[in-house]
């Protein structure tokens, strides 16, 4: 077919200037003066200016666009470039325009590597203490190895799951029902380092970022049951706490007394050794003494101990044979020694015959003389 160009005919003549349509330079306006380049380009490929030749032509012109377009990559900030060459790991493209042979000598699989994926799941477990508890997984990762991602599991994604599940199984199973409601943090560190351990073993190419146990539960068929038990722990706890604040209270004090009566017996001991000791030490002296003048000492001794005896007693002044007389006497601690009774017993003023005067009645009766006076009589003015 013939093109049509501004400021010429259909009949593919020349113009005034005797030039050929082909030689005629664009003016610059149009789509043929974008096209003319590449008509100039591929205009020898069908060797003349017929039909066939000009679908050659279009032809040529859409392989070389192909062409250019397949062997340029762009790469995102976010994306790592996965060469392969015939199917066959070449390398890795990182962010950035790249060049690489046309399709199917070679390809280039897209991962996106910065990407946080998320996997949580609600799963029950048998505890160590046989109970079984809901718990919750929320597992956090990214791909840190594009090429272990592509090619070392069939689903790298799904390895993961499958992986982090067992894991906490394998965790919960080992501690008891305790642990896992109250201390999941240390649970969930070990459960990241043992996931960790098992996606590098299985070459994932994925990396955790984080995973929590954010709860943990009973099964909703025993939860009154687990209530209960909660409440009689906190109970318990509540008990030991009051009873360690009484401890703190009463210990001191304890220790305190103790220490008194310690003190005191010490004490004690001490005084009662050496009363003992100054005791054996006088006996000596007096054995020492009693050899030297035995009536002396035990005259000495007589008079000690009577007044020892005397002194704690009620004091009782005879005047004569039929008559008594109390004197109240001052004790060691000034009280009277009468309970403060002060002046004669009624008892004492009535004359007492005693069994001396009864005697001398009788042997006056017998020989007819009075009896000899003792000078304990009653004196009568």
């Known amino acids: 077919m013939a093109w049509n160009t501004p400021g010429s005919d259909n009949s593919g003549g020349s113009d005034p200037n005797g030039r050929s349509p082909r030689q005629r330079k664009p003016n610059g306006r149009g789509l043929d003066a974008l096209l003319d380049p590449l008509r100039n380009l591929f205009g020898s490929l069908g060797g003349g200016a017929g039909g066939g030749n000009s679908i050659l032509r279009w032809i040529a012109l859409v392989f070389g666009l192909w062409l250019v377009f397949n062997c340029f990559v762009l790469v995102t900030e976010q994306e790592r470039g996965v060469v392969l ?35 949580s799941d609600n799963v029950p477990v048998l505890t160590a203490d046989e109970n079984i508890v809901q ?8 791909v840190s190895d594009p090429r272990r991602y592509v090619f070392g599991t069939r689903d790298g994604d799904q390895m993961l799951q499958q992986a982090a599940l067992s894991t906490v199984r394998e965790q919960v199973g080992r501690s008891t029902l305790d642990t896992v409601l109250g201390a999941r943090s240390a649970l969930a560190v070990s459960a990241r380092v043992q996931l960790q351990k098992s996606l590098d073993a299985y070459r994932t190419g994925l990396v955790v970022t984080e995973l929590n146990l954010p709860n943990a539960r009973p099964p909703e068929e025993v939860k009154p049951a687990f209530d209960d038990v909660n409440s009689a722990q906190q109970d318990k706890d509540r008990l030991i706490s009051e009873a ?11 220790r305190g007394q103790a220490a008194r009566v310690r003190t005191v017996a010490e ?20 054995v020492d003494q009693y050899k030297l003048a035995p009536e002396v000492t035990r005259k000495r001794l007589w008079l000690e101990s009577v007044q020892e005896v005397l ?54 009766g017998r020989t007819g003389r009075t009896p000899r006076p003792t000078g304990r009589e009653e004196v009568t003015r």
Do not use: C
């Open 267 to 286: 004490g004690y001991k001490t005084a009662t050794v050496a009363r003992a000791q100054g005791d054996a030490d006088r006996f000596s002296l007096l």
């Open 135 to 142: 718990v919750e997984i929320n597992v956090q990762y990214r």
């Open 311 to 364: 002194t704690d007693n009620r004091k009782i002044v005879g005047g004569d044979s039929r008559q008594l007389i109390y004197v109240p006497m001052q004790n060691k601690g000034g009280a009277s020694s009468g309970g403060g009774t002060s002046g004669l017993l009624p008892e004492s003023l009535a004359p007492t015959v005693t069994a001396i005067e009864q005697q001398q009645a009788e042997q006056a």
């Open 85 to 119: 060459r015939f199917g066959q790991f070449a390398r890795v493209l990182q962010p950035g325009p790249h060049l690489k042979a046309p399709w199917p000598i070679e390809r280039v699989i897209k991962v996106n590597a910065t990407q946080i994926k998320t996997f």
């Open 244 to 254: 360690r604040a009484y401890a703190a209270q009463v210990v001191p004090e304890a």
